[in-house]
């Protein structure tokens, strides 16, 4: 019989004791069992090491920094502990569905691919109902285009061979986009493939989503533009980037006003 490929799940921590526990049980509840979890604790000052250490599995790998370092930097250094075939991602607020890595895994073996992303549930702390992040097919095989038209993959849902990252990571100095950035390259040179069915729960609360880090974000995504429109100009069409753009300022006016 073969052996199951084992998975590599990084979590990133920053104090993030909030949801810690039910997102480290989203992965211990996985059908799929082989899976490692590589968790970096960044500095935190609050109950995330002991949360993390109260479950007495030996898949569940701990590091942590002696300074605080910036996210995508930590992503890195923890991909480099990672032992899987396969890297995934979920933050200390998010969920993902008991089928996610067995469903991912099965169309790696039908498409021997590389990238694998889903859509998922979009979940406001202050709201009852979770909502579809993407209302219509995702897009699959050379998707740069649909990326720049309408940006839809969620860290939190997707599954990378480790071999990419061999040549490949998360530019570190960013705060916000290091995952846009890298996913956007990626597909330029590899074909993605989608699971239409949402397998991952994002969580919107208040320490996540601010008019701080919205702020953040378009700066980022500006710089982002400025750095890269000439590269992608002869191959893409950057018109819908400019526009998000645009969106990203009116919402950043309206909540500094409000």
């Given at each position: ?153 969620g860290i939190l849902t997707i599954m990378i061979d480790k071999s990419i990252f061999k040549s490949n990571k998360f530019n570190d100095r960013y705060n916000v986009i290091g995952d846009f950035d890298l996913f956007l390259k ?73």
């Open positions: 019989m073969q052996k199951l490929p084992l998975v590599s799940v990084i979590i990133n921590c920053h104090n993030g004791e909030k949801y810690l526990k039910e997102s480290i049980l989203s992965v211990i509840k996985q059908t799929y069992k082989n899976w490692e979890i590589i968790f970096w604790n960044n500095k935190s000052s609050d109950k995330s090491e002991k949360i993390v250490k109260s479950f007495k599995d030996k898949r569940i790998k701990y590091f942590k920094s002696n300074k605080f370092q910036k996210l995508y930097r930590t992503r890195n250094l923890a991909i480099k502990k990672s032992k899987g075939k396969y890297i995934c991602f979920i933050d200390t607020d998010d969920l993902w569905n008991k089928n996610k890595l067995a469903a991912q895994i099965n169309l790696f073996r039908k498409k021997k691919c590389k990238i694998v992303y889903s859509n998922f549930y979009i979940k406001n702390e202050n709201m009852r109902k979770s909502y579809l992040s993407y209302n219509r097919s995702l897009p699959e095989g050379d998707i740069t285009q649909d990326l720049l038209d309408n940006y839809c993959i990626l597909s330029i040179r590899h074909r993605i493939y989608a699971i239409q069915k949402p397998l991952a729960t994002f969580r919107v609360h208040s320490r996540n989503f601010s008019s701080r880090n919205l702020g953040l974000y378009l700066e980022e995504l500006q710089s982002w533009f400025k750095k890269n429109r000439f590269k992608l100009y002869n191959d893409f069409n950057l018109k819908q980037v400019k526009v998000n753009i645009l969106k990203l300022k009116t919402k950043k006016i309206i909540k500094t006003l409000f």
